[in-house]
């Protein structure tokens, strides 16, 4: 298995440029979150879903859009990217309340 | 709204030291306990997992209580080395969301 897995690692952006972050898991988890974390904040929730077709607002969902139109995967957009979404990625699922959440290696993004 | 407070933000020990790191939660409504380590630049991997019925688990050096009615768990890392120095975080789920402490940052002298 290779769990859960981002794409891209690195990107880099001009402000108002449009991007689309891929998360993919293959574990069969209905559970599916977005996070970014930055420095002296730690790890905040963007978006998350329940399900295939689901997708909810967390903490910070301004400026982001995401969808999962396959249940293995949650795609997390910027339509115009500003510098204040620099910042590292993570995506992370998990099976059911009880279950380990397990997380991807993240996508460092800069927005100049 | 479940706050997460790890004491405490930094450690530095020589190696071969236990260490003791803590975590506390304020709402003990739970399912479960997650503990995670990051290395810098590097993802989220799971260490622990204790569920709320639980009062421990282990996982060869590493040894996590809960006692889940005064909202604390601690993470016991036996015998450290010098690839114990990570960030630890603490991480309590109360329904979709797990809610993460800012961690501890942990630096083991050789």
């Known amino acids: 298995n290779a769990g859960v897995t981002q794409t891209p690692k690195f990107r880099v952006l001009k402000t108002g440029q449009s991007m689309t972050l891929l998360c993919a898991q293959d574990m069969n988890h209905e559970y599916m979150y977005w996070y970014r974390q930055d420095p002296g904040m730690g790890l905040r929730l963007i978006h998350y879903s329940v399900g295939e077709g689901t997708t909810a607002k967390g903490e910070v969902p301004d400026g982001y859009n995401v969808s999962r139109l396959k249940k293995q995967n949650f795609l997390l957009g910027l339509e115009s990217a500003a510098p204040s979404q620099t910042s590292v990625y993570f995506c992370?699922?998990?099976?059911?309340?009880?279950?380990?959440?397990?997380f991807g290696p993240g996508t460092r993004l800069t927005v100049l | 709204k479940q706050e997460v407070t790890q004491i405490p933000a930094a450690l530095s020990v020589p190696e071969g030291e236990n260490l003791v790191l803590n975590c506390s939660f304020t709402?003990?409504?739970?399912?479960?306990l997650q503990w995670f380590r990051q290395d810098p630049g590097k993802g989220l991997t799971s260490l622990l997992l204790i569920q709320s019925s639980q009062r421990e688990q282990t996982s060869g050096r590493l040894n996590a209580s809960l006692d889940k009615s005064s909202g604390r768990s601690t993470l016991y890392i036996a015998a450290s080395q010098p690839g114990d120095s990570a960030t630890y975080l603490c991480?309590?789920?109360?329904?979709?969301?797990?809610?993460f402490g800012a961690g501890t940052t942990v630096t083991v002298r050789a």
């Open positions: 992370a699922s998990h099976l059911s309340f009880t279950d380990t959440q397990y």
């Open positions: 709402d003990s409504a739970i399912y479960n």
């Open positions: 991480a309590v789920r109360s329904d979709y969301k797990l809610s």
